[in-house]
């Protein structure tokens, strides 16, 4: 990996070069030491390859290549700072011309300074480079795929992610149905109201429960669902909430209640919903019994109930304990054929090897290797993956020659596969990580950052990879969508697993397996990547060797100034704390005043004693800020001072009004910003400067002259708030070409109408506010794929308008959608082709729904919440034969009546897997009606 860390920095010391050299009059000589440096680097690219290959067999290779990467990461920090320092000195940006400033470096005492430093890592470097021979490393060719670019082979290797699943799930049909009926038991002498699977890690266990969970009897049997992972860093308290939550399909301001009740009454709560509903709670990858000691007071177990529990772990006495008179299940390994079968589907089927002695020689090789993975699915499929990508069957038999180096070379990973009658995944899992691209490896590594089982942002993800530098471009595409194209590609080599798709279909979270991660603590500890400081945790860790450059902080309440111990490591490039504490001034001035050389600084969650530091502005390496969800109340002005700013996330608490000052201009390389909540400007914020721009949400023309706006047309993502009238003249200069997502807020129905008129290619828009009517050539509207309208005031044709839209598969019909006049909501024969999803909420001024037999072809999923004037559901719903799922919500108990089995209505609905029933008792009726029509700014800020 040393060899991605040079190639990396090499590249990114060429701008900072080139700059340097453009002021060649003022900066003699550093620009030629730069130079030389970058000469120093590439000399050592083709060597790295080898001593990276080397180093996990040779402690001595090991300290060589940890040097290079620490010599060529300090060359680029000093660079940096310098280059940093020399533009700060400018009134203007990197490209005015600096003779004006000359005088500052008359003394030449910096210059000197940074030329020595320079000099000295570039003498480093080169004997380093002259004790190769002595380590016998020698030269490798950029021709292997650990080198190539990943970008240059994705449209060739991807795949159809509507069938990832499917070609994944061999020999485990029966094992459902088995599941599935035990669950589903209701008579005395054989109700399990615990389930368990148990088994080894990567065997299959949450593939099996997600199969259960999923099934479409077990839909119907329950009335609520809950699915969470628990994983060793689990809080029993964040359990208990979290399971409450998903079965009460809680709203914003429920959650919040929940969170603010003691434990006790959160489990008092919850056992007091299982006991009198029937619900599933699937509980995945439960480690010890204390885990379930600290959270069995909110699970009636030992009652007669009708809810159960789901559960996978890989300790069969977890499941046990639990329940010693449920039912266990253990995962079983594949069997040679079962093994084939999915090896097959992955790494063969659907390719081009249609010739018969081709695909015989690979069925050899295959079942060769296949061997070695003792049936855990989860060996097999990284492995399938791994020979997809390879076309030809000398690229096989490489890897074939491959696996016993891999075996015999073993790792540290599984000491639970020991004496099981497995082999173990983890060499198939080293020999994936060591196929990948450079690039690849980087971005893998810095996964591990997250805690186990954390469903991973994958936008916040990419930002996070571009501050640090992981990603760049250089052809005409979004530097955001070659991040996105490296995480698809971890997706297609099952190194990285699917969390959510957004309503684009394009991936939303992700996660890493058990294994996987086990994989990415062990290569990062070898690399020295990252360190982490687990206060949730008394386990003892290692000290990292060389210097340490990425930190991730798990925190825990308790944790005091004890924790600055652990950070006194100046040359920290990411810092990223998850958890929430409450700081004190004398803790934040201590972060800022060490760590000079940030450029991630992830500060979400916190709690502040005192204001933000004004230091925080001498953070001028920061790439990447994030004070999401933290109680601040205000902005430093400092923050100004933060150039290099690519992404600013200060979207805090939303009952914290933040003061914001003027202080964007200068951020030139700034591509996503994100407003306050609640915030106040005490003067009109000046953007024009931001032509990176992608991403800006809460934003109001009380914030900032929407001139300014106008001239951002790099903008991807934008939410707008008009609160007060605005000269139609000024929305109507908007130009919307690049903008994908759209939120716009406004009570002028002339104001709504100029900009949705102006916003064609967007992907997702959302209306909130008097529209009145719709432009006619809405379906010509070549991206729409989401629309949520609220508060638009429609007239009840209107409908015809929305259902001739060709790609849309997300409606949200919100509160004041439709007008006074409006009576009934009709859906047409072939309306609506696309449409997968439907949310209906409060819609109180129709009383009707007609569905005709041909209308919504392609619908999955129905919400219909707080719809209280609805007499009935259709009797077109019996003709949706894709519909999956109904979640009814906030609805009179007559209607929800009506739709159980023997109820009147029951026939329309009676062919959906999964029909769930959220009722809400009488005294909340009026809260929740105040909380829905409230949608201007609420749902404003909900809908983002």
């Known amino acids: 990996m040393a060899e991605a860390v040079v190639s990396i920095v090499t590249e990114g010391l060429k701008p900072l070069g080139d700059f340097i050299l453009q002021e060649t009059n003022f900066l003699s000589g550093v620009g030629e030491q730069v130079e030389l440096a970058r000469t120093e680097l590439r000399l050592m690219l083709g060597y790295l390859k080898d001593a990276d290959a080397k180093q996990g067999e040779d402690e001595v290779v090991r300290v060589w290549v940890a040097t290079v990467r620490d010599a060529a990461y300090d060359l680029e920090d000093v660079i940096q700072t310098f280059v940093l320092k020399v533009a700060s000195k400018r009134k203007g940006s990197m490209t005015i011309v600096l003779k004006r400033f000359a005088c500052i470096f008359r003394e030449g005492f910096y210059l000197h300074k940074t030329g020595s430093e320079i000099e000295k890592i570039t003498t480093k470097l080169s004997k380093l480079r002259s004790r190769m021979e002595c380590y016998d490393i020698k030269a490798i060719g950029s021709g292997s795929e650990g080198s190539s670019s990943s970008v240059d082979r994705q449209h060739d290797q991807r795949l159809t992610y509507a069938h990832f699943s499917e070609r994944h799930v061999v020999g485990i049909e029966g094992d459902v149905e088995i599941l599935a009926t035990h669950l589903m038991k209701e008579e005395e002498d054989q109700l399990h109201r615990v389930v368990s699977i148990w ?106 109930t009708r809810s159960c529990i789901l559960l996978t772990t890989r300790n069969k006495e977890v499941a046990l304990h639990v329940d010693e008179n449920g039912f266990l299940h253990e995962s079983r390994p594949l069997n040679a054929n079962e093994s084939w079968k999915l090896f097959e589907n992955i790494a063969i089927l659907g390719r081009d090897d249609t010739v018969v002695e081709i695909y015989a020689k690979k069925e050899e090789l295959g079942k060769k290797m296949l061997q070695h993975c003792g049936g855990l699915p989860l060996a097999v499929i990284v492995l399938a993956e791994l020979l997809a990508r390879k076309r030809t069957i000398d690229e096989w038999y490489k890897v074939y020659k491959n696996v016993d180096v891999y075996i015999r070379r073993g790792t540290d990973l599984e000491p639970e596969y020991k004496n099981q009658g497995y082999k173990g995944a983890s060499w198939v899992l080293a020999l994936s990580y060591d196929h990948l691209p450079y690039r690849l490896k980087l971005c893998f590594l810095y996964l591990c950052h997250f805690p186990e089982d954390y469903e991973i942002s994958v936008k916040r993800l990419t930002q996070l990879w571009m501050a640090e530098g992981l990603i760049s471009s250089t052809s ?57 400081v687990n206060f949730t945790s008394t386990a003892s860790k290692a000290a990292p060797i060389g210097k340490v450059r990425r930190r991730a902080i798990y925190l825990d309440e308790k944790v005091d100034l004890a924790l600055t111990r652990h950070e006194r490591d ?16 004398k803790m934040i001035d201590k972060m800022f005043n060490d760590f000079k050389l940030l450029r991630v600084l992830k500060f979400e969650e916190m709690r502040f004693e005192v204001k933000l530091p004004s230091n925080i502005g001498d953070l001028v390496h920061l790439r990447f800020l994030s004070l999401k969800n933290s109680e601040m109340n205000r902005l430093p002005s400092s923050v100004a001072s933060l150039v290099c700013l690519q992404t600013l996330d200060v979207r805090c608490k939303d ?7 003027n202080v964007f201009s200068k951020m030139e390389q700034l591509r996503h910003l994100y407003m306050p909540y ?84 967007a992907s997702k828009l959302k209306v909130m506010g008097p529209i009145g009517n719709l432009p006619e050539d809405l ?70 729904w007609r569905v005709f037999e041909g209308a919504m072809p392609s619908l999955c999923r129905l919400y219909i919440e707080n719809w209280l004037t609805l007499v009935e559901v259709p009797d077109g719903l019996q003709y949706v034969s894709t519909l999956k799922e109904i979640t009814i919500k906030l609805m009179p108990d007559t209607f929800c009546s009506s739709l159980q089995e023997g109820g009147e209505d029951f026939y329309k609905i009676q062919h959906v897997p999964s029909v769930l029933f959220e009722s809400i008792v009488a005294e909340q009726w009026d809260e929740a009606v105040r909380v829905m029509c409230s949608y201007i700014p609420s749902l404003f800020y909900c809908f983002m």
Not at 231 to 250: D, F, H, M, P
Not at 655 to 661: A, F, G, R, S
Not at 702 to 715: A, G, M, P, Y
Request: net charge positive.
């Open 199 to 304: 088994g080894m890690g990567g065997s299959g266990k949450t593939t099996l429960a997600r199969q259960v969970y999923h099934h479409n009897k077990v839909r119907r049997h329950f009335d609520s669902f809950a699915w969470v992972c628990v994983s060793q860093q689990y809080e029993g308290r964040g359990v208990l909430e979290e399971v409450l939550i998903k079965l009460t399909a809680a709203t914003k301001e429920q959650r919040e209640e929940i969170e603010r009740k003691k434990r006790d009454e959160i489990a008092e709560l919850l056992y007091n919903l299982l006991e009198n509903m029937c619900c599933l709670v699937v509980l995945d990858d439960v480690w010890n019994t204390g885990t379930w000691n600290s959270i069995k007071a909110g699970f009636p177990v030992n009652k007669r």
């Open 476 to 532: 005409a595409d979004m530097i955001e969508d070659v991040s996105y194209g490296c995480l698809t590609e971890l997706v297609e080599r099952c190194m990285v697993q699917v969390g959510k798709y957004g309503s684009t279909k394009k991936i939303k979270t992700c996660r890493l397996h058990d294994l996987m991660r086990d994989l990415c603590l062990s290569k990062g500890k070898e690399e020295n990547f990252f360190d982490i």
């Open 570 to 585: 100046g040359q920290l490039r990411s810092l990223l704390y998850f958890g929430s504490l409450v700081w004190k001034k």
């Open 655 to 661: 009952k914290v009004l933040v003061k914001i000052p």
């Open 678 to 761: 609640k915030h106040s400007v005490s003067e009109k914020l000046s953007l024009a400067s931001l032509g990176s721009l992608q991403t800006l949400v809460h934003i109001s023309n009380q914030d900032s002259d929407f001139k300014e706006l106008v001239q951002l047309k790099n903008l991807r993502k934008l939410s707008v708030n008009f609160e007060i009238l605005e000269e139609i003249s000024k929305a109507a200069i908007f130009t919307m070409n690049r903008v994908q997502s759209l939120c716009v807020v406004s009570t002028s129905m002339d104001i709504l109408k100029s900009i949705v008129y102006r916003c064609r290619y």
């Open 779 to 848: 379906p010509t509207y070549p991206n729409l794929t989401k629309l949520t309208l609220c508060g638009t005031c429609l007239e009840d044709t209107q409908i015809k308008i929305l259902e001739k839209l060709p790609k849309l598969q997300t409606l949200c019909l919100g509160v004041g959608a439709f007008g006074a006049d409006s009576r009934e909501l009709v859906c047409s024969r072939k309306g609506f082709p696309s449409l997968e999803v439907l949310y209906l909420s409060g819609l109180s001024e129709l009383s009707y």
